[in-house]
């Protein structure tokens, strides 16, 4: 399959790749420390930029509402998400209904659950804010752990639940033993991947903040810096942000990948 | 275990779903039936004139123009991913999966921020710009940011990697000896590659197709900032019937099409990767 | 040794309109190597299952020291199971997983720690006791799953292929060890396997299952040499059938020679019949033979310590099998298409309904 000349080609096309995915980030990238935080000029080096964006109490406000959500709606959906997988692989009959509803918040189109769940809170009078960004995005969020912890749980062997009860442990035992220990790398991937998506996440956040200024997220703060008159501190902020969801998601795969015991 | 645990551990997410989306997605589809008020808000009483205006020639050249703009950018998407996932796939298999987590890396990244990189890059003082100059260009640019080339850039830019890993997916799963069969019997590698690898990788390429078309046709952020609000695609007309025209029965029913244009997508795309599976089984039978 | 462990009471089991076992009935006794011997779908899996406690049966009782045990729960039974996949707790080191069920009976852990160093040395497994079970060999993980059902000193230990998932050469040493460690225990062992040789080294008894139903049950040589029937003969060991008829008190052949051999009583004249004669009892030569058959040579495999030929031959529309020895093939240079004679005595005969 690889000869000299079409392996060459391949390089070629994965540099190209590679550089068209990787120049962009890799400029702002660049900006961020750049003294004078325009494209035009280099002028140096300098962290500047950074210091702004600490002292700016907006921004920090947005970063910890944004943390709030994604921790509470992570947690919530961890749990959710966990036991709602286990209940399904453990069912031998599959619903074709359960599928869609399990599988309908990972391809509904952001804006379509925004749009419902904010026609939803406000045809129940439901004072929006913080919680109802919490609620929304638990609904997205409790899909793809599921969906990560059902992907374990295919080349889980339930022989060892059999082999559990046949030992003597009773069915919670068995839950607390057997199968929450072995899932654990699959949850804890599932969790970081859920808190990755719920910082990111800002269409769904925007329709259900509510008009409250004090419940603006990180995505919400930076979609109106970009619209509303660019600041070389967004450069910073953009940096940040990639880094965090980078760094939460290769621990995530990580250990999804890495010795997974039985698979 | 018997039948009745499972059905517990299920109850919490179940419920949780149900009164969070199933009932949410029922209300706007309740929602596109009705009357819209004349100072917006909704009038409880039944009509079919939200459906039909969303035939209006002017709202459906919207639609029209988001399904081009989609289908490109799907397009190109699917061109450039798979020819990626090809050559990643076509390298040694130990270096394959740290080449693939690079592909995929920057999907994980703010969408925001990606797409802002783009403003960095095509605005008027820009670095493109600023390179042009720099090499001592000094004729006039054309304007590249807030044009559909830079929506469809953008949306390219942005579910790549998507592709990159679905079509990446069926290409590692060849057995490459179906390969060489087909180069044995005398198949050129152009011939191999449209008879026979081509065909046992749709899957993977519907996928991204339908993903890319789906995400994009309902997207309101990279017309908003790449286009600058130069033209609409549905996205940005449910945002404004919801936001500032407070017209929520019509954009419920703009919602209605986006949904049922994604399930007929999905449906199609399920058929293509059954088949194409099916295809794979009858191989196996047959050696 | 004589007295009844187990009673199976004309078990059924019906998965909708399938019967998985039907109205099998079986006694197995205390300190007894009991085989369960069928191909997949023979329904040995489910009743082993339901001896494990996992499937209820749908009729018929299960009695364990004269108590129906039909209904207890897995969890609540003296009895334990060896997986197939071994369902090795993957999280746990060996020693973890040999302690599980000790501690599932919530004894002092000074006993647990005692009773696992036991079993540790016993597999002799000591040395591995805090590894995980994916850095063990298959051989290993095998002594662990075994170790782990055995630490809890069942009344019964059931067995699902043991050594289904180890190669050939493994497979033999761990025959003679388990038959060694259920010495050693004195415990009752039940092996599930599709394996006839397996059945036929290992089991005091063996019970053959066919379709959900108890086909033969009885000692590895009663098994072997007296099948009850067609699907008995040839389920175990290689059989050579030929059609016959009974004529008069006779048996011919379809060629019209006849067949000495011991008929049963409820065969009339006018039946159509198979006899049946295992390779190994056909020999060279006719001389002072019951039987005699002419064939020539269609096939001839070389296997080392024996010789195997095909015969056409007129009375068979298949191939007749002929085993022979190194020793009597000695001197014989055979050659495909050569005509042959072979013989048999009447004793080695055995007579099915067809």
């Given amino acids: 399959m690889t000869n000299r000349s079409s392996l060459r080609f391949m390089l070629l096309i994965l540099s190209a790749t590679f550089a068209f995915l990787y120049i962009p980030i890799s400029v702002l990238f660049a900006l961020s420390f750049n003294a004078s935080g325009l494209p035009t000029a280099w002028t140096g080096f300098s962290t500047h930029w950074y210091g702004e964006l600490i002292a700016n109490s907006d921004i920090i406000g947005a970063a910890l509402n944004t943390l709030i959500v994604a921790i509470v709606s992570t947690l919530a959906a961890t749990l959710l998400g966990t036991l709602l997988a286990i209940g399904v692989e453990i069912r031998r009959r599959k619903g074709r209904v359960l599928e869609t509803v399990i599988f309908a918040p990972m391809i509904i189109p952001d804006i379509v659950l925004a749009i419902a769940l904010l026609s939803f809170f406000s045809m129940l009078d439901f004072r929006m804010g913080l919680h109802t960004i919490i609620i929304s995005h638990t609904v997205f969020n409790l899909a793809f752990v599921c969906a990560v912890v059902r992907a374990r749980l295919k080349s889980f062997d ?106 | 275990m018997t039948d009745r645990k499972p059905v517990y551990l299920m109850t919490p997410a179940l419920a949780w779903l149900t009164a969070f989306m199933v009932v949410p997605c029922l209300l706007i589809l309740a929602l596109a039936f009705f009357r819209r008020g004349i100072y917006g808000g909704i009038v409880y009483e039944f009509t079919l004139s939200n459906i039909a205006l969303v035939f209006d020639p002017l709202y459906a050249r919207i639609f029209l123009k988001s399904a081009g703009i989609a289908g490109l950018a799907a397009t190109i998407a699917v061109v450039i991913g798979y020819a990626a996932a090809y050559a990643i796939a076509s390298m040694p298999r130990k270096r394959q999966p740290i080449l693939l987590f690079f592909a995929v890396l920057p999907f994980w990244s703010n ?15 820009g670095l493109i710009v600023s390179l042009a100059r720099a090499v001592g260009f000094d004729g006039d640019l054309p304007q590249m940011l807030y044009t559909e080339t830079a929506v469809v850039i953008g949306l390219v830019y942005n579910y790549l990697p998507f592709v990159i890993l679905a079509c990446y997916a069926p290409l590692s799963r060849l057995n490459p000896e179906i390969h060489e069969a087909s180069r044995d019997l005398g198949a050129s590698e152009w011939t191999t590659f449209r008879r026979v690898t081509l065909p046992m990788t749709v899957p993977g390429i519907a996928t991204g197709f339908v993903f890319v078309f789906v995400l994009s046709i309902g997207n309101f952020v990279t017309p908003a900032l790449l286009g600058g609000g130069q033209f609409q695609m549905i996205g940005n007309l449910i945002y404004d019937q919801f936001l500032t025209a407070n017209d929520w029965p019509f954009g419920a029913a703009l919602s209605m099409f986006l949904i049922a244009i994604m399930m007929g997508l999905l449906t199609l795309q399920t058929f293509a990767s059954e088949k194409a599976s099916g295809q794979q089984r009858a191989e196996v039978s047959d050696d | 040794m004589t007295s009844t462990l187990l009673s199976l009471a004309n078990i059924e089991k019906r998965f909708g309109e399938l019967r998985a076992v039907n109205g099998v009935s079986l006694d197995i006794r205390e300190n007894e190597f009991f085989a369960l011997l069928g191909a997949s779908g023979s329904g040995k899996t489910t009743l082993l299952r339901m001896l494990a406690g996992f499937d209820m049966p749908s009729s ?111 497979r033999g040493e761990m025959q003679l060890e388990l038959k060694h460690i259920q010495n050693t225990f004195g415990i009752t062992f039940i092996v599930v396997t599709h394996d006839q040789e397996e059945a036929l080294v290992m089991a005091d008894r063996i019970a053959i299952l066919k379709d959900g139903e108890l086909l033969q049950c009885g000692s590895p040589h009663e098994i072997y040499e007296y099948p009850v029937n067609r699907f008995a003969a040839d389920f175990i060991g290689v059989m050579n059938f030929l059609p016959a008829r009974v004529d008069s008190g ?53 296997h080392g310590l024996d010789l195997h030929l095909h015969l056409e031959t007129p009375v068979s529309p298949h191939p007749v099998m002929v085993r022979l020895t190194a020793d009597a093939a000695e001197g014989h240079p055979f050659s495909v298409g050569e005509e042959v004679s072979v013989g048999w005595s009447a004793r080695d005969t055995r007579v099915f309904t067809a």
Avoid at chain 3, 136 to 148: D, E, N, P
Avoid at chain 3, 157 to 170: C, H, N, S, V
Avoid at chain 3, 259 to 271: E, N, V
Avoid at chain 3, 282 to 288: E, P, S, T, W
Wanted: overall charge positive.
């Fill in chain 2, 111 to 125: 969408y925001l921020v990606r797409t802002y990189a783009w403003i960095v890059l095509l605005n008027r003082e």
């Fill in chain 3, 60 to 170: 018929g009782h299960i009695l364990l020291d004269g108590h129906d045990i039909s209904q207890v729960p897995p969890n609540h039974r003296p009895v334990n199971l060896m997986f197939q996949s071994y369902a090795l707790f993957p999280h746990m080191t060996v020693a973890q997983n040999i302690a599980y069920g000790l501690e599932m009976e919530k004894l002092p852990r000074t006993e647990i720690n005692e009773r696992v160093d036991e079993m540790l040395s016993t597999i002799q497994l000591t040395h591995l006791a805090e590894r995980k079970p994916e850095q063990l060999s298959g051989g290993q993980r095998q002594r662990v799953a075994l170790g782990r059902a055995l630490v809890k000193r069942p009344r019964l230990l059931l067995l699902d292929e043991p050594l289904g998932a180890l190669d050939k050469k493994l």
């Fill in chain 1, 158 to 263: 339930w022989s060892i639940v059999e082999a559990s009860t046949d030992l003597g442990a009773t069915p919670p035992i068995t839950l607390r033993r057997v199968i929450l220990p072995v899932l654990t790398p699959a949850v804890v991937a599932g969790a970081l991947l859920a808190f990755t998506l719920s910082i990111d996440e800002f269409i769904i956040a925007y329709f259900t903040a509510g008009s409250g200024r004090d419940s603006i997220t990180l995505p919400m703060q930076i979609f109106s810096m970009i619209r509303f008159g660019v600041t070389p501190e967004i450069n910073a902020l953009a940096v940040l942000v990639m880094t965090l969801s980078v760094v939460a998601l290769a621990i995530s795969q990580r250990l999804n990948r890495g010795r997974l015991p039985g698979q």
């Fill in chain 3, 250 to 302: 006779a048996l011919r052949a379809v060629n019209g020679s006849r067949i000495a051999a011991p008929l049963p009583a409820d065969l009339k004249p006018g039946d159509n019949a198979l006899a049946a004669v295992r390779p190994e009892r056909l020999r060279l030569g006719v001389a002072d033979a019951d039987n005699c058959l002419n064939g020539r040579i269609s096939a001839m495999a070389y």
